[in-house]
């Protein structure tokens, strides 16, 4: 009998890398930042380079749109990054970084909880004032 001990892990069925069909090197999984596939993988040849598309769809509507802004904020933030690195005298420890980002990202997050509380109550007053209006109203 067997036991189930391997748990069924969806990551842990990766795609079979396709050889070159020019040399028949094995290609390695990349992605594409042009302006017509952006995020789109392919295989890549060391050699040749593009090999074959591993995402079958090509980028269209609003998904390609969405990711050409990511893409272009990634990269002004990159620069800025580098720009920091350059000229930051007291330099900052990566994992310093990536706490202080973390954090603010909490912020935003607590904000925006914070932010649909305050539309959710100013709406609450909202009714109750038309509420007593119109019970005013009446008299
Ligand atoms: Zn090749």
């Not at 920091?84 to 007291?90: I, P, Q, T």
Request: with cysteine; glycine share 6%.
């Amino acid at each position: 009998m067997l036991s189930q001990s391997s748990g069924s892990d969806a990551n842990s069925s990766r795609i079979w890398d396709p050889l070159c069909c020019n040399c028949g090197r094995t290609t390695t999984l990349a992605k594409s930042w042009t302006n017509d596939n952006p995020g789109r993988r392919f295989f890549k040849c060391v050699v040749h380079g593009f090999a074959k598309w591993a995402d079958e769809q090509r980028p269209y509507g609003w998904q390609k749109v969405s990711l050409l802004e990511a893409r272009d904020e990634i990269k002004v933030l990159k620069e800025s990054l580098k720009v920091m690195n350059v000229s930051g005298s007291n330099s900052i420890s990566h994992e310093e970084e990536k706490k202080k980002l973390e954090s603010e990202l909490m912020a935003s997050n607590e904000r925006e909880k914070m932010l649909r509380q305050i539309i959710l109550l100013s709406w609450g007053g909202f009714i109750v004032v038309i509420a007593i209006i119109l019970v005013m109203g009446k008299k």
